[in-house]
């Protein structure tokens, strides 16, 4: 695997469901992130990691729980979500310290919140 | 805040011509990096150019050039001779220096007319 990888790439799930989204970056970098994608939007940061810390939460509701138990892998854990969390969501990895911060991202996990 | 606007949400164009993508933002700092972003229907975002706010020279990635003015806070792309492959959206994002931080437009949907 090479790159940013995101499983599953498609998740159906009820209100009243527990599921993970999971990324991995294969590319030794430092920090990860977490955005949300809708349609005519902009990418919404949610999370960031730097070194495994948070280093940012943009006001994320609760049901929004994200792990990152590396610098390799972060995952978001959701549960009871609302239908209008319905969305794309895309991990990205960086390595921070150098001039400027070009984002590296997944092919997103498109979630259904029926 | 920082804010970054894309006016056009759609645009076309012919297969070998040229197209334009606009992209204006607002910053009250002086030293800060834009980029152009491009996520093909796989959905896979991809870096395509880059430019630091302190360079008066327009940034060229191949068929890919931008053309950045500071003062009115624009920041184009333009891609010459047009491919199949190019059909993507493309968003415009702004980064703080030293923030690490991106701020993305809405985007632009490109279709690549044959």
């Known amino acids: 695997e090479t790159g940013v990888t995101q499983t599953p790439r498609h998740l159906v799930m009820g209100m009243t469901n527990k599921k993970s989204l999971k990324c991995e970056q294969h590319?030794?970098?430092?920090?990860m992130y977490w955005y949300k994608q809708s349609a005519k939007k902009p990418l919404e940061l949610m999370f960031v990691?730097?070194?495994?810390?948070?280093?940012e939460n943009n006001s994320v509701p609760s049901r929004f729980s994200p792990e990152c138990p590396n610098s390799s892998h972060l995952f978001l854990h959701l549960h009871t979500l609302q239908p209008e969390d319905s969305a794309l969501y895309l991990c990205?990895?960086?390595?921070?310290?150098?001039?400027?911060?070009?984002?590296?991202f997944g092919p997103g996990t498109r979630l259904t919140v029926l | 805040a920082q804010t970054v606007t894309q006016s056009q949400p759609e645009m076309s164009v012919q297969e070998a011509e040229t197209v334009t993508l606009s992209c204006t933002y607002d910053?009250?700092?002086?030293?800060?990096?834009l980029f152009w972003y491009k996520q093909p229907p796989s959905r896979q975002m991809i870096l395509v150019i880059r430019?630091?706010?302190?360079?008066?020279q327009n940034a060229t990635e191949n068929r890919f050039s931008v053309n950045f003015q500071k003062a009115a806070k624009s920041f184009s792309l333009k891609i010459s001779d047009s491919q199949l492959g190019d059909a993507a959206m493309y968003f415009c994002?702004?980064?703080?220096?030293?923030?690490?931080?991106?701020?993305f437009g809405t985007g632009t949907r490109l279709t690549i007319i044959p």
């Open positions: 990205a990895s960086s390595q921070e310290g150098r001039t400027y911060n070009e984002q590296f």
């Open positions: 590319l030794g970098h430092n920090a």
């Open positions: 990691y730097n070194f495994k810390e948070q280093t």
């Open positions: 910053t009250s700092e002086s030293d800060y990096y």
């Open positions: 430019q630091e706010a302190y360079k008066q």
């Open positions: 994002a702004y980064e703080n220096f030293g923030n690490e931080k991106l701020t």
